[in-house]
């Protein structure tokens, strides 16, 4: 009975044990399947971004490549500029030489020897080519900046277009999802309907038709966000595995804009029309460089030699060792070149007329684009009001085409054209609403804001 009392009891704490342990491992699987859920969470989290249109406009500034490498032409006009900058200043030079002459020229001269030296030098008189220079590069310079600019516009220009486009894009998702859910409504009606022998079954065939149609277009709209959410991500740079969650959920509009055409002007800050002025003063700076050639040009130089070698280096007294220098005064008076620098000189002469005339045309140009510009932000604004009106038109029709049905006093096809006519009249609500948001972007670009 003892021995018995034992078994039973060794039996029961081997059980325990066993469920002890498994009860263990039980929960260190679920704690350890919580936390690699939990950082898969966190992970997603960390890649997702929410983004507003003002983020994206100061991350494509940022980030835009169009933009760093216009930053990097600016970087480089800043070097030539100070380049020019200190061309005109002493310069001072050394140099190292060494020879060795066999038989039987080492019987006239020293067998070997090295010669260090050292030369300063300084322009005395260029004709004003060293501040022509030091202007051009300065010019070149404003010109760097200004093309920035104008790079930075259009970057901003697409990053707006980029964001309402996938704005767009979430509305048209939503729309064809809305869609098939009322059509699979209607469709589950009219089988029903049928069924209970009320309509055709060409009526139950047309909407599965639709509905089918539906969900196709469903598939275009999710991977047209996909196309538009790649889009932004390349414009404001991000990267592609970062998921991109949108502020706007909706395309709101502001008051309608009514612009007289007449009165519209191009604003003199216009970053085009900046570059084709600044390119036009570069022009004529470069006209007086090739008048300045014409010019005497005056250098002064003072020259150090040093010459250490075998015995007879220094010719006067027949020693190893030589040290010396000299000055020169060189002057440079052009004379006669067969008319070269002044066939260059009206050469440029051309060249400066022909950019007064591209700057003339261009600014006509941009006069004109900002007009058209206003007048498409116009007529969005009076789209949307049509639109809009048709959209709640075709819904009260498509309301009233439902109630009819119910009625007996039309047909399904009659509910699904009027289905077809508001889905269409949405679609038209939310083209509208872009084009207007794009408008506004476009007039910023001529306007460079």
């Not at 002025?277 to 002064?300: D, G, H, N, W, Y």
């Not at 070698?309 to 220094?314: A, P, T």
């Amino acid at each position: 009975m003892i021995l018995f009392n034992t078994s039973l009891l060794t039996y029961n704490n081997d059980r325990n044990r066993k469920t002890m342990n498994y009860s263990l491992d039980k929960n260190v699987s679920h704690l350890l399947f919580t936390l690699i859920i939990g950082l898969a969470t966190l992970g997603s989290a960390r890649a997702q971004q929410v983004l507003q249109l003002e983020d994206c406009l100061k991350m494509a500034k940022a980030n835009n490549n169009n933009i760093r490498a216009a930053q990097e032409n600016v970087e480089a006009a800043k070097e030539a500029k100070q380049q020019r900058d200190i061309a005109g200043k002493p310069t001072l030079d050394g140099s190292v030489m060494g020879f060795y002459f066999g038989r039987p020229l080492n019987s006239l001269l020293p067998e070997y020897a090295v010669n260090p030296g050292v030369s300063v030098g300084q322009d005395i008189y260029s004709g004003g080519r060293t501040k022509l220079s030091r202007s051009a590069a300065a010019k070149s310079l404003e010109i760097e900046e200004t093309r920035k600019l104008l790079t930075t516009s259009d970057v901003q220009y697409n990053t707006t277009r980029a964001y309402w486009q996938f704005v767009a894009s979430h509305e048209q998702v939503k729309l064809a999802r809305q869609s098939i859910k009322q059509l699979e409504t209607l469709y589950n009606d009219f089988n029903t309907q049928y069924q209970a022998g009320i309509i055709y079954k060409n009526d139950v065939l047309r909407a599965k038709v639709q509905l089918t149609e539906s969900e196709l277009a469903l598939r275009r709209a999710k991977d047209a966000l996909l196309i538009a959410e790649d889009n932004l991500k390349q414009i404001i740079g991000i990267s592609d595995s970062a998921y991109v969650i949108i502020a706007d959920t909706s395309i709101s509009t502001g008051e309608a804009l009514f612009v007289n055409a007449g009165g519209i002007t191009t604003q003199a800050d216009n970053a085009e029309i900046g570059i084709l002025k600044k390119s036009l003063e570069s022009a004529e700076i470069q006209r007086q460089l090739l008048k300045a050639e014409s010019l005497p040009s005056v250098r002064l130089g003072a020259n150090g030699i040093m010459s250490m070698g075998k015995q007879g280096v220094n010719p006067s007294n027949n020693s190893n060792f030589l040290a010396s220098y000299y000055g020169m005064l060189n002057v440079n008076v052009p004379i006669f070149d067969w008319g070269v620098r002044k066939r260059r000189v009206r050469e440029q002469d051309h060249r400066i007329n022909a950019q007064s005339l591209q700057l003339k045309d261009r600014t006509e140009q941009i006069n004109i684009e900002l007009k058209q510009a206003y007048l498409q932000l116009d007529q969005c604004h009076q789209r949307i009001s049509l639109t809009s009106l048709s959209l709640q038109q075709a819904g009260e029709n498509l309301k009233l085409s439902n109630d009819r049905l119910k009625a007996g006093t039309i047909t399904g096809r009659d509910v699904l054209e009027a289905q077809t006519i508001w889905l269409q009249a949405y679609n038209n609500v939310i083209d509208a609403k872009i084009e207007l948001k794009i408008a506004e972007a476009n007039v910023n670009r001529i306007l460079n804001k």
